[in-house]
């Protein structure tokens, strides 16, 4: 059973960057694609990038491109999305989530999930 915990949203104003945490069990990053989507009231669930590191591959979703960055801290178990020059339209709740598929970007091929955390972009 894989366990994704996230953490580091908050409130900051357009222009400033964040950084998500995913805490994740076992050899989870090793094994799984890991992958990052977020959603925003009324509206589903959205990719933004994904790595699978055991294959050397990363996605970066268009929302995501030369904005995001996804990385991993194996001594922590613990991948990170760091997030530059954010916009109000990123305003969502943030989930890590991890996956069998090698290349997916559709949120119900991934099979663990995270709680998610809020990110709030005022402008």
């Known amino acids: 059973q894989v366990q994704l915990v996230e953490s580091g949203g908050g409130l900051v104003q357009a222009g400033g960057s964040l950084r998500l945490s995913c805490a994740a069990s076992?050899?989870?990053?090793?094994?799984?694609?890991m992958g990052w989507f977020r959603q925003a009231p009324g509206k589903e669930r959205e990719f933004v990038l994904y790595?699978?590191?055991?294959?050397?591959?990363?996605y970066y979703g268009d929302s995501a491109k030369g904005r995001f960055t996804i990385s991993r801290d194996l001594a922590k178990n613990t991948m990170y999305l760091q997030m530059n020059t954010l916009k109000p339209e990123d305003t969502a709740v943030y989930y890590c989530?991890?996956?069998?598929?090698?290349?997916?970007?559709?949120?119900?091929?991934?099979?663990?999930w995270g709680q998610g955390t809020q990110v709030t972009v005022s402008s």
């Open positions: 790595a699978n590191w055991r294959a050397g591959i990363t």
């Open positions: 989530a991890a996956s069998r598929v090698l290349r997916t970007t559709t949120p119900n091929q991934y099979e663990y």
């Open positions: 076992g050899r989870t990053f090793s094994m799984y694609t």
